[in-house]
């Protein structure tokens, strides 16, 4: 895997710094929320737009399981992991042994609705429990480059027979804003909205970095929790990965908005890299890149049809084997991610990185090294 930010270098401490063994809480993040006490999640990674309708519902939702027990958040709707009459392991949670009584404990996974502007699929039962609600205003590109929904996808969240395909199997138009808001300007009472209905959850915003200079003032203006920078849908090199990021903190530590998280979106990036664009002020990254794959490969093995023989009503169970199967695939670059994440910490944040690459120290502000 590439590394995308190699020209720039996480610094060591100086080297007559004495040797402290600095604790990092790395399991449990906090998000605070404007309205509302603070709330949990795993950590600072997150799977942003899985392509659950390529794999069957019971596939879906052990994968989605999976990946959520090694502590990354996972984006996904009802709709996405199960039928109707059915619900998924990963929206109900499931019972593990406790370590502290003879009963077993209900373990829940961190969730992120994607809330896109047409609803497609989404039901009111979504909001419940769910951590995040991610109010997309970025407008989605399917493969043939329209602003559209492919009819896989469409037919996945409407439960559509494929005797009977949503607009008759063709691409669905995406829409360019929630059709209940009347401009950006009033953005507000959308966000207001969303946390009457999902009192459990932060509000986050997406939006892509095309006009961030003339739209995120009106983003902030709404009160959201958290802000998501997509920049994965254009083809970016690594120094313009690492200024659009910097520079979307620096907008929002302009904004007065220093504690706001920043999420970002970054396309394929290996574990270094990700650490780099924390120590550039994301708050949390979409590893995507990461968990893709294990839709891949579990499309690979599968064999005969794609769709789901189970019938409604069935009680999803969870397989543990996906979660081998997950561990397998991502554990070394979760656990690379950790020990770089932890040694960031134990380090000034003026003083996290540094380059060689002049040009590169010059656009981000960082210690130009000789």
């Not at 409407?158 to 953005?187: C, K, N």
Request: proline share 8%; aromatic share 8%; hydrophobic share 40%.
């Amino acid at each position: 895997m590439e590394h995308r930010l190699a020209p720039l270098h996480l610094l060591p401490p100086p080297a007559d710094t004495p040797w402290t063994g600095a604790f990092v809480d790395l399991e449990r993040g906090s998000i605070s929320r404007r309205h509302g006490e603070s709330i949990t999640v795993g950590l600072p990674l997150f799977w942003y737009d899985p392509p659950w309708y390529q794999v069957t519902l019971s596939q879906a939702d052990n994968i989605s399981v999976a990946v959520g027990e090694l502590g990354v958040l996972v984006s996904a709707l009802r709709s996405d992991l199960s039928g109707p009459g059915s619900e998924s392991v990963f929206h109900s949670g499931r019972e593990v042994p406790s370590d502290e009584s003879d009963k077993p404990e209900l373990r829940r996974y961190s969730r992120m609705v994607p809330y896109r502007p047409e609803r497609y699929g989404f039901v009111v039962k979504d909001f419940d429990a769910c951590n995040i609600i991610d109010l997309r205003l970025t407008m989605p590109r399917d493969v043939t480059g329209r602003f559209a929904y492919s009819p896989a996808q469409i037919q996945r969240w409407e439960s559509a027979p494929s005797t009977a395909p949503v607009a008759g199997g063709g691409w669905v138009p995406a829409a360019t804003f929630p059709p209940d808001v009347e401009s950006i300007d009033h953005l507000g009472s959308k966000v207001r909205q969303l946390r009457r209905l999902a009192d459990s959850a932060a509000i986050f915003l997406s939006i892509g970095p095309f006009r961030t200079g003339a739209e995120l003032p009106k983003l902030l203006a709404a009160e959201p929790d958290g802000v998501i920078l997509r920049l994965d849908e254009i083809q970016l090199d690594g120094l313009e990965l690492a200024t659009l990021t910097h520079r979307m903190r620096v907008m929002m530590d302009q904004q007065h908005c220093e504690s706001l998280p920043l999420w970002v979106v970054p396309g394929a990036i290996t574990p270094d890299d990700a650490v780099k664009l924390v120590a550039l002020g994301a708050s949390a990254i979409a590893i995507d890149s990461w968990c893709n794959p294990l839709i891949d490969l579990t499309r690979e093995s599968q064999s005969g049809s794609s769709r789901d023989p189970r019938p409604g009503n069935v009680k999803h169970e969870y397989d543990p084997r996906w979660g081998d199967f997950a561990r397998d695939n991502l554990e070394d670059l979760t656990e690379r991610f950790l020990g770089l994440f932890e040694a960031l910490h134990s380090i000034e944040p003026g003083e996290r990185l540094g380059s060689f690459n002049s040009s590169w120290a010059k656009a981000l502000g960082i210690h130009g090294l000789r």
